[in-house]
């Protein structure tokens, strides 16, 4: 086999590998989110399941319930503190010693808004109404999202392509803005794809 047929033949074979190594890339980082919740849950129960055990053996619930005692004055008392926490969230006091605990967590949890805007998501989908656009500059047109629209200039945020809640803000001109015909959860997707598949003339 000659040299330049070998390396042919190893290019050929790493090309091969790559699109399966970037599929478990992928599904790795689309996991995670989902794996912290699981161990956040995981934890909470297991907290929450010494509680339930003193609630159950106290009231004698498992007189009732037999073995699935505990796992339901469990699930019980997770849904009460759930509510519970509904309820405080409703209170200005409460909110404002929320929005400082959060804080404090963006600081020391990396990534903790994008894995907080991705529960948000998945429990109560919010309907995306940011406009697509492209602004233009001397070197090409940027994509961004607009987000406050005014009647010389406007807001447009430039989302990262490997999280979308990240960026640069800047505020343009609106001559140099052109509008997109794509939903911003359409833009999104083609943001994460480093750009393919955008609206190019």
Do not use: C
Not at 14 to 39: A, C, T
Not at 122 to 145: A, E, H, M, Q, Y
């Amino acid at each position: 086999m000659t040299k330049p047929s070998k390396i042919m033949k190893e290019y050929n074979y790493k090309k091969r590998l790559e699109k399966p190594r970037n599929k478990i890339v992928s599904g790795m980082m689309y996991l995670l989110p989902l794996f912290i919740l699981f161990v956040v849950i995981e934890k909470l129960w297991y907290k929450v399941s010494h509680l339930g055990k003193f609630v159950a053996h106290n009231l004698h619930l498992d007189d009732f319930l037999g073995k699935y005692s505990i796992t339901v004055t469990t699930g019980l008392l997770l849904l009460l503190i759930f509510y519970v926490f509904g309820y405080l969230a409703t209170l200005p006091r409460f909110i404002r010693f929320y929005n400082w605990f959060e804080g404090m967590l963006l600081d020391v949890i990396p990534g903790y808004s994008k894995y907080k805007n991705d529960l948000e998501n998945k429990i109560s989908p919010k309907p995306d109404n940011r406009i697509p656009v492209l602004l233009k500059t001397p070197v090409g047109n940027k994509p961004g999202l607009l987000i406050d629209e005014k009647e010389a200039s406007s807001v447009v945020f430039f989302p990262s392509t490997t999280n979308a809640l990240e960026g640069e803000v800047l505020v343009v001109d609106n001559k140099i803005i052109e509008k997109i015909d794509l939903d911003a959860k359409s833009f999104l997707g083609i943001m994460k794809k480093q750009g393919k598949g955008l609206p190019v003339s």
